[in-house]
């Protein structure tokens, strides 16, 4: 993660820098929520549905700004995260709501980087 971010705030555009920080953000909030907890995952985490929350708006905000073809991506990925909190509420195993919730945030990392990439690349610079 600080890797990526490292790498949107050093060679990216607007959409990738904030992007980046909006997750580097977002990622420390649950550690502050359940400070000295075990998070129970048989459970709705409503810490998580509010990061993945703002994650989405920020992500939309992006998309609608943003002439860049990445966004799309994330934001339907982070779509798909949203999505995951209805696991416990259907009742199944709460490794399974851990693991489709932090699944998508590794693609979305990924996708993020790749942008950071084209982005450089589209302006011409090949450092």
């Not at 993945?52 to 799309?72: E, N």
């Not at 798909?80 to 709501?97: A, N």
Request: hydrophobic share 55%; glycine share 8%; aromatic share 18%.
């Amino acid at each position: 993660m600080w890797s990526i971010f490292a790498y949107a705030m050093h060679r990216g555009g607007w959409a990738e820098k904030r992007a980046a920080a909006v997750i580097v953000i977002g990622s420390y909030f649950p550690l502050v929520w359940y400070w000295g907890k075990i998070p129970d995952y048989n459970h709705v985490r409503w810490d998580g549905v509010l990061v993945d929350l703002v994650w989405l708006v920020t992500f939309f905000a992006i998309v609608l700004r943003s002439s860049k073809f990445w966004p799309m991506w994330v934001c339907a990925m982070q779509g798909v995260t949203m999505m995951s909190h209805l696991v416990p509420v259907i009742h199944l195993d709460g490794w399974l709501y851990s693991r489709a919730n932090a699944l998508w945030s590794y693609v979305i990392l990924a996708v993020i980087g790749v942008g950071v990439y084209q982005h450089r690349r589209q302006a011409g610079v090949n450092r």
